[in-house]
């Protein structure tokens, strides 16, 4: 935020006070300065001057020869300037003067007339091009008929004096403007803080003759509009005053129109816009969300496709502003403009950001409406542009106002107690002077005999809580002043915690078996779960939205880890990894309520990815490693109705029947919306049930003694039989000496009916007491054979 110092000074007395000292106290009660801007430009005996005669050049068709009054007497000057007139006022760099780039003026003769100086243009003055008026950038620069003449162009054009470039934080909006760093240098400086006092002269008419309606349609994107109406409008440059407050603060003068909304909004942090009225479709405005694919021709000429998220000031047929963030075209203020319905309205901060980012659109206005401002501030806001414009002769104004939506607004009233105040900041200040310095921010507070109580001003959207109050105290009072002391306290002896082992082992693992860590954000984009391809009712879809979002690709918080994981994927392809091995850990946010009261669920979630050169059993052996070491036998089911994966080629993962995870390729749909092409395998998997149940105690197992007898067992079953349900139906029969269950081929072709396929098992079978004997163990094998053509209609092959 650039502020010019001269312009703060009309609402605080700083007089007296150096430039060091005004942006030390203010970067040391939060308003940081980041700069201190000197305006005065090093040039000198350049004056204003009136041009009382003009007469063609007589040896050069496009110079001019001029005589110029510049208050104790009149030199000649040669020009070839385009835009001046008799009895123009401008600036007259005379002999021995020095302009803004060094470039030194000496009487000389113009093809044989003497020239006794030179007419200068705003650049030569030393001002950014991006500054200069529109109507001054090609010519010499003209003062207004008032201007003294004699006096130094520097002092005519207020190039004096400086501006503070101050960084201000994102939940300081009210500081985004000169009033709001005012009452900040009121209160750090302890001086009186002055607002302009508002008020319409010679208001005419009366504006329900001019406005049919003003309708807001979505109140969640607009909580107050507020709209007034100028007639007999005069488009024209602004006064110089004006111009050069505007020029300062870091924008270019364009009209006496714009001038005005734009002075308006730097001084007071507040937005505005006008419109032709005469161009509003049946003199309505309708606050409403665009319609889908709607489109829009901006001001800058360029036809915006809208989406439903986004805001629109429309009339009675068409959307003629983007809400916050940039006018239309189509009713856009010209010279020909007469009737102007000026806005001042609070948007929704998060809306305007979204649609501000996602048009990559940015302005001053838009940077601001994208906080949030006070609804209580649009009519104050609106009166006084209204009040610029009628000062300036710009326009008339219409007796009244429109104020659609809410409009009734009460302060927040906040406690604070005096011993809290000591306890946090640690250091003691007195009661009286506690109120005295909430009093000074505009936080009207009285102290009751036990506490402070606090009405909070419209304004201070930051101020929720005691804590809140107390840093306000702290700041203004000087944290400079509060002296350092050193921590106290007994020092406890650090843990780590299950879950942190649980995760620690998993990563060593992991690492040793050349899996590479990724971390990724907490926030993520609703359009991933688009993306990943998940149904419209998966639970994976009931995120928590983020009020305050940084952007639409952080709004709303994760509840898996698979849609970072596989863009982290496709972006590692794409940068030319022909194989790889990536995992996560991190928490995924669910909540069992919607809207939500208390915290969600942080819930500690493993994530793998492989691709190159992995298949469905690589991934799944790599699970299968990571559960041994927490004696967990796992089970893999077919996994239904998640079209992220791939149908054929995907698991359920279950242990002691509970679910806790998923195994799997991803779709190709899914990964093809990540611009991947080849085959990628991920899991995710619960580490809080994995920490429910490890089992810490290992049991020991005497190392066989006796040799073991192996058979082999090929069955013939349905597609749909799965090879899990066979080896869990075996294990949990508890045959005799049955040792473990192995499942080693599958195979479909020739010989096996269609539908059908053979699965082979390896079957170990052992006693800790003795030898067994092939007869014995031939029976039990037999009966295992019988019970799965039994149960699972197989076939021995």
């Not at 600036?91 to 803004?100: D, E, I, K, M, Y």
């Not at 734009?262 to 005469?278: I, K, R, S």
């Not at 009734?408 to 109120?435: K, S």
């Not at 690589?618 to 996994?639: D, H, M, P």
Request: glycine share 6%; charged share 30%.
């Amino acid at each position: 935020m650039l502020v010019p110092v001269n312009w703060l000074k009309e609402y605080v007395d700083i007089d007296g006070l150096e430039i060091r000292t005004i942006a030390d106290r203010l970067t040391m009660t939060g308003s940081h300065v980041d700069a201190v801007v000197n305006l005065d430009k090093d040039i000198n005996n350049v004056v204003t001057g009136r041009i009382v005669e003009i007469e063609n050049h007589p040896e050069a068709d496009r110079l001019l020869v001029t005589k110029v009054d510049i208050g104790n007497k009149v030199v000649q000057i040669i020009t070839g300037a385009k835009n001046i007139k008799l009895y123009d006022i401008v600036p007259v760099a005379l002999h021995g003067s020095v302009l803004a780039d060094g470039t030194k003026i000496k009487n000389s003769k113009l093809r044989g007339v003497l020239s006794e100086g030179m007419m200068c243009s705003y650049e030569e003055l030393g001002i950014e091009d991006k500054l200069i008026p529109k109507e001054s950038k090609d010519g010499i620069l003209i003062f207004p008929d008032e201007m003294e003449l004699g006096i130094e162009a520097k002092k005519a054009l207020e190039m004096e004096g400086y501006l503070l470039d101050i960084e201000i934080t994102f939940n300081r909006p009210d500081c985004l403007s000169v009033i709001g760093i005012a009452r900040e240098a009121a209160a750090a400086m302890d001086r009186k803080l002055t607002l302009p006092e508002i008020k319409i002269n010679n208001p005419v008419g009366n504006i329900n003759d001019y406005i049919n309606e003003i309708r807001i349609e979505s109140p969640e994107l607009c909580t107050r509009y507020y709209a007034k109406v100028i007639k007999d409008v005069k488009i024209g440059p602004s006064p110089l005053w004006l111009q050069r407050k505007i020029m300062d603060a870091g924008m270019r003068p364009i009209s006496n129109i714009v001038d005005a909304t734009n002075y308006v909004m730097l001084e007071m942090g507040q937005p505005l816009h006008a419109f032709d009225l005469e161009k509003m479709a049946g003199r309505k405005v309708v606050v409403r969300r665009a319609g889908k694919g709607e489109k829009l021709m901006t001001l800058d000429k360029e036809t915006r496709e809208l989406t439903s998220d986004m805001c629109v000031i429309a009339d009675e047929n068409d959307a003629q502003c983007i809400a916050g963030v940039m006018g239309g075209y189509d009713s856009e203020i010209t010279d020909d403009t007469k009737l102007i319905i000026m806005e001042c309205a609070n948007f929704n901060p998060t809306s305007t950001r979204l649609t501000s980012k996602s048009l990559g659109l940015r302005s001053e206005a838009s940077s601001r409406n994208e906080k949030p401002l006070s609804p209580q501030n649009v009519s104050y806001a609106n009166e006084r542009v209204c009040q610029i414009i009628e000062m300036i002769g710009a326009g008339t104004i219409v007796e009244g106002a429109i104020d659609a939506g809410r409009n009734e607004f009460e302060d927040a009233t906040v406690e604070l107690r005096p011993y809290r105040c000591t306890e946090l900041l640690g250091v003691h200040i007195d009661t009286d002077e506690m109120v005295k310095i909430l009093n000074s921010l505009e936080i009207e507070s009285i102290y009751d005999g036990q506490k402070i109580v606090s009405k909070v001003p419209h304004f201070r959207p930051d101020i929720q809580q005691e804590a809140d109050l107390i840093e306000e105290v702290g700041r203004i009072f000087g944290m400079e002043r509060i002296e350092p002391k050193p921590l106290k306290g007994n020092i406890l002896k650090g843990s780590i915690s299950d879950l942190r082992k649980v995760e620690a082992r998993i990563k060593n693992y992991l690492t040793e078996s050349e899996f590479c860590e990724t971390t990724t954000y907490s926030f993520i984009s609703p359009k991933k779960y688009d993306k990943m391809n998940f149904n419209e009712d998966s639970a994976l879809r009931e995120y928590i939205k983020i009020l305050n979002p940084l952007g639409e690709d952080f709004s709303s918080m994760r509840t898996t880890l698979l849609p970072n994981l596989v863009e982290v994927i496709g972006k590692n392809i794409n940068y030319g990894t022909k194989k790889g091995r990536i995992y996560e850990i991190g928490n995924v946010f669910k909540s069992n309520e919607f809207p939500i009261k208390d915290l969600p669920d942080e819930i500690s979630t493993l994530s793998l990815g492989m691709f190159g050169d992995a298949d469905f059993y690589t991934i799944k052996g790599v699970l299968e490693n990571i559960f041994n070491k927490f004696q967990i036998k796992a089970e893999y089911r077919v996994l239904e109705n998640n079209p992220a994966f791939h149908p054929g080629r995907t698991a359920a993962v279950f242990a002691e029947g509970v679910y806790i995870g998923v195994v799997g390729e991803i779709h190709p749909i899914a990964a093809k919306n990540f611009n991947i092409k080849e085959r990628v395998y991920a899991a995710e998997i619960n580490l809080e049930k994995i920490l429910e149940l490890s089992k810490e105690e290992r049991k020991y197992k005497e190392i066989p003694k006796y040799p073991s007898i192996t058979r082999d067992m090929a069955v013939v079953a349905k597609d749909e039989v799965n090879v899990g349900d066979i080896i869990s139906d075996i294990e949990t029969r508890g045959y005799e000496y049955l040792e473990s269950v192995d499942f080693f081929d599958i195979y479909k072709g020739m010989g096996i009916e269609d539908g059908h396929k053979s699965l082979a098992f390896s079957l170990v079978f052992r006693s800790p007491e003795r030898t067994l004997q092939d007869e014995e163990v031939q029976k039990i094998f037999e009966n295992i054979i019988k019970n799965v053509e039994d149960k699972f209609d197989a076939k021995l092959r």
